[in-house]
């Protein structure tokens, strides 16, 4: 079977030096490795990263070729299979390999996410955290949470609702979603109305999963998706805020700009609560702007199940067009409450 590539495929694929060869690359010996793969070569005698490339891509193009069965393995066992060995066997195995494991992961995501040119389902990879999903008969409802500690109301609630559930585990697993996506087809047209309710914490690192959980959707076709936070402020009394704040670093400049872009974004969402997670101290002739964020744990599993029955029952089963006049009330009935918002505050 002969694979042919489009001009732009061929562009991408130039611009990562990644090129065919005869030889199977990870079977090759030290100075064959070193004589095609030390061009831009620095710490070690190959260009590590130029390596990963051409290793990956040499076993998807077989794979799809029909040459090579799906591996129906874990990423964990492709690096024992193909990478590691080879780095060993030309003297470019870092002291600290699990740092080039995470390399190859990375080199597996410029592929699949950055430059598009492949799909995890290429390999036949299993996926570690399916035991971390399930896609319910009302799909298009999806209720995720940061953490895998959640998983057990996650379960809960697709027994309840038939709902489709998802725990990250943290950052975002992009094999995980691409799968999720693909039993997702299964059961919801891409094109329907997506319904998200997540379970982060309330900072800007949540905000940061939150939102790559979501680019990650789209990537996989699921455009039209309403994102519902079930973590803020407001979840808690002021009293339970103060109780289970915690403080946000902004000892360098990095993390203050991270953090007041966040806080900048979160007030837009009026939450009354809001108020108690910054303060202003002063220290002699300095001011001190002081952040706070929440911890996802600090809303009671009850809590946020209750405020679940209420947001979901409403759209749960129902069709587009039903699903669109509910947004249009549900848009009047926020601008309501952000006018009455401003009115308590004495605005204008």
Not at 13 to 27: Q, T, V, Y
Not at 209 to 214: A, L, W
Request: proline share 3%; with cysteine.
């Amino acid at each position: 079977m002969r694979i042919t590539y489009t001009s732009a495929q061929l562009r991408k694929l130039r611009n990562l030096g990644i090129r065919p060869f005869d030889e199977l690359i990870h079977d090759q010996p030290k100075k064959w490795l070193i004589e095609n793969f030390s061009e831009g070569a620095t710490t070690y005698p190959v260009n590590v990263t130029r390596l990963m490339f051409n290793i990956i891509w040499q076993t998807r193009e077989r794979i799809v070729a029909g040459e090579k069965p799906l591996l129906r393995e874990l990423i964990r066992t492709y690096w024992y299979m193909y990478i590691k060995p080879t780095l060993s066997r030309c003297d470019s195995l870092s002291d600290k390999p699990d740092d080039q494991y995470r390399a190859m992961v990375d080199r597996f995501t410029d592929l699949v996410k950055t430059h598009r040119i492949m799909e995890y389902k290429d390999f036949g990879f299993r996926d570690v955290s399916r035991n971390n999903r399930l896609v319910g008969e009302n799909g298009n409802i999806i209720i995720f949470a940061e953490k895998e500690g959640h998983m057990d109301i996650l379960m809960d609630l697709n027994n309840q609702y038939r709902v489709s559930v998802i725990a990250l585990g943290g950052w975002p697993s992009v094999l995980n979603n691409e799968y999720f996506t693909d039993e997702l087809k299964e059961k919801v047209h891409l094109n329907s109305s997506f319904y998200l309710f997540g379970i982060c914490d309330f900072d800007p690192f949540g905000r940061f999963i939150k939102n790559d959980f979501i680019s990650n959707l789209e990537r996989y076709g699921i455009k039209n998706i309403k994102v519902v936070d079930l973590l803020h402020p407001d979840m808690l009394t002021a009293e339970e805020v103060k109780h289970s704040r915690y403080r946000l670093s902004t000892r360098t400049k990095r993390n203050r700009t991270i953090t007041e872009e966040w806080f900048e974004e979160v007030t837009k969402k009026n939450y009354r609560n809001l108020k108690h997670l910054k303060e202003t101290r002063r220290a002699g002739k300095k001011t001190e702007t002081i952040y706070y964020g929440i911890e996802s744990r600090a809303v009671s599993t009850k809590r946020i199940a209750e405020k679940l029955k209420e947001l979901v029952l409403p759209i749960l089963g129902k069709s587009e067009d039903y699903l669109r006049e509910y947004e249009l009330s549900e848009l009047d009935r926020a601008l309501g409450e952000l006018i009455l918002f401003k009115i308590r505050r004495g605005e204008r």
